[in-house]
């Protein structure tokens, strides 16, 4: 019953939220006199921390209207070409004729981890002047009626695979952390089926390939506990009246829970800040807004998925193991052949650790040297692998190089392979 009691908690708490809303907008209307006093501002501060802490955050929105190619600002439309029950595919059309013809196109593989595909807005952002760009949009589990079926580890592979064949030939895939196990073994069994449309390169970027290498807290936690621990304690159905009902999913919720709870001193000391530079009135506060509506933006997870992951990805480790299966039949990562690899990790990353993602390299024996690379991103963390200033300005630039390198439309051109940030061997 403990969704059941969020929900509760969460509907009781709503006339106390939209009191503090309403006086919270009195004390910082600049024509009350209050609001420009440290009393008024205190007050004002303290009723937003209490809305902003008791409020569910709906999904986010991308909000990439225009990006700049060369040196023209070029508009962006935002559209769903592909649709399934668990995930729409959206499409970032440029208005530019001849970007659309010359650039390569790029399928994100967004993480089904809790957060919405809008966590990737500035990985979208930094590849959209460079590549005609699509992105898998997940759909809360708790807003799919029961009706609609089930949605497991074999399932998501075989969207993957849909959309490879909806996108068509010489498309390039990138997978974003938990997806890179599912888009390694789509392009595993597309390869195995001598498929045409398997996707011309594969990007995996801070992904659970091998967990037993350099285990994070995350990869621990799953090691000490059994399948039927996760099952009894973090699966639960969705309350009425969602359309979901009934519908068993690992609450986003207890993701979140989770993920702030690793690095619960820096929550804490972000909504301190946030507090102090309200109160000072010094224009700081809309950074803090925009990073935590994102964050705090959560969805469910089918349960069949979520503890499929866990048990093959993280217990098992039936990847890398040469064990992973789809369709009752085994996922043959040697199969890969024709598929250029670029595996990138961040040094710093405490979620997949150093050399998880890289295993992938390892277990696709037969890729030839010159259609893989490996890039380790100096002083970043799990975060900063597929968003933020670095990965603009030296992930994103590599990430496009070798997928133009890779194009089937063009002769290939041999890639030394990247260890460390920029060395070479």
């Keep these: 019953m403990f969704y059941q009691l969020y929900e509760l908690n969460h509907a009781a708490m709503a006339p106390f939220r ?3 809303d309403i006086m919270r907008f009195a004390y910082a209307n600049p024509l009350n006199p209050l609001s420009h006093t440290p009393f008024g501002r205190t007050v ?65 593989v967004a993480p089904m981890s809790g957060h919405y595909a809008t966590l990737l807005r500035g990985t979208v952002e930094a590849l959209l002047p460079s590549a005609d760009v699509y992105i898998t949009d997940w759909i809360d589990a708790r ?24 996108l068509g030939q010489d498309t390039h895939v990138i997978a974003v952390c938990q997806p890179s196990v ?8 597309m390869e195995e089926a001598n498929d045409p449309l398997s996707p011309a390169s594969m990007t995996l970027m801070g992904g659970p390939i091998d967990t037993r290498i350099n285990p994070t807290a995350v990869n621990k936690l799953a090691q000490e506990r059994s399948l039927q621990w996760f099952s009894d304690n973090v699966v639960m159905n969705v309350p009425w009246p969602q359309p979901g009902f009934m519908r068993p999913v690992y609450p986003g919720f207890l993701q979140l829970s989770g993920f702030m ?9 972000a909504h301190k800040e946030f507090f102090m530079h309200l109160v000072k009135n010094d224009g700081e506060p809309e950074r803090h807004r925009d990073f935590y509506d994102e964050y705090l933006a959560v969805m469910d997870l089918t349960a069949e998925f979520y503890l499929q992951t866990v048990e093959q990805v993280f217990i098992k480790h039936s990847l890398p193991k040469g064990e992973l299966m789809h369709r009752g039949k085994r996922v043959d990562p040697a199969a890969i052949r024709k598929v250029a690899l670029l595996t990138v990790e961040g040094e710093n990353d405490d979620i997949s650790g150093v050399g998880q993602t890289e295993a992938a390299q390892t277990i696709c024996v037969n890729i030839p040297e010159d259609m893989r690379m490996h890039y380790l ?20 630039p590599r990430i496009i190089n070798f997928v133009r390198e890779h194009s089937r439309s063009v002769s290939k051109t041999p890639v030394r392979r990247v260890i460390k940030g920029g060395r070479t061997a």
């Design 18 to 20: 939209a009191a503090a």
């Design 44 to 108: 004002a501060a303290s009723l937003e921390m209490f809305e902003r802490t008791t409020r569910r955050y709906g999904k986010p929105e991308f909000g990439l209207k225009q990006t700049t190619i060369g040196d023209q600002t070029v508009a962006v439309r935002e559209e769903i070409v592909w649709s399934r029950p668990f995930c729409n595919l959206l499409h970032f059309a440029r208005n530019d004729s001849r970007a659309r013809g010359n650039d390569p196109r790029i399928l994100i």
């Design 143 to 166: 807003m799919v009626p029961m009706t609609e079926g089930t949605f497991d580890f074999d399932d998501y592979v075989d969207y993957v695979i849909e959309m490879l064949h909806f």
């Design 182 to 189: 599912p888009v390694l073994a789509a392009a595993a069994v």
């Design 261 to 269: 709870s690793m690095n619960l001193d820096r929550h804490l000391v």
């Design 377 to 396: 991103q100096p002083d970043v963390g799990h975060y900063g692998v597929f968003n933020g200033s670095r990965f603009r300005r030296e992930i994103a």
